[in-house]
């Protein structure tokens, strides 16, 4: 996936200010932050979104919620709150079509799912 902007993250080719990394996930801060805390944790292979996850990448993706949890608690929000939450596609609003969540806190984000 050359073209694929998260792709060029994973490969060092483009700079982003990185938060986690470790052999299949990497986490790193959202250019355009919609919260204090917006940090972004993608599996390092690509795929669009949970839909076309193959069976590794499932693997890799199930440990995001732990690591979504630490990353929580080193950013300061695990006793305030955090939210964490995946696009899937046109509707969802998804607009980088490589796997990634939405770590979010440090303000109250709302009590609705969609709007
Ligand atoms: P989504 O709408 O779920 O596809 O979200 C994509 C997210 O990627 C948006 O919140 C963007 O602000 C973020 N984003 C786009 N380009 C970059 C980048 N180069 N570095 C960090 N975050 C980015
Ligand atoms: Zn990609």
């Known amino acids: ?37 917006h940090l972004l944790i993608i599996p390092k292979a690509h795929c669009e979104n949970l839909g076309d996850q193959t069976p590794e990448i499932a693997a890799a993706a199930a440990r995001i919620p732990q690591v979504a949890a630490k990353l929580a608690a080193d950013h300061g929000v695990q006793s305030s709150g955090w939210r964490l939450l995946c696009n899937c596609g046109q509707d969802a609003g998804q607009v980088v079509f490589h796997l990634h969540f939405h770590l979010l806190g440090g303000k109250h984000l709302g009590g609705k799912l969609c709007q």
Not at 6 to 33: G, N, S, T, W
């Open 1 to 37: 996936m050359n073209e694929c902007l998260f792709c060029k993250i994973v490969r060092k080719e483009i700079p982003a200010a990185l938060v986690y990394e470790d052999d299949h996930l990497l986490a790193f801060k959202d250019i355009f932050p919609q919260a204090p805390v």
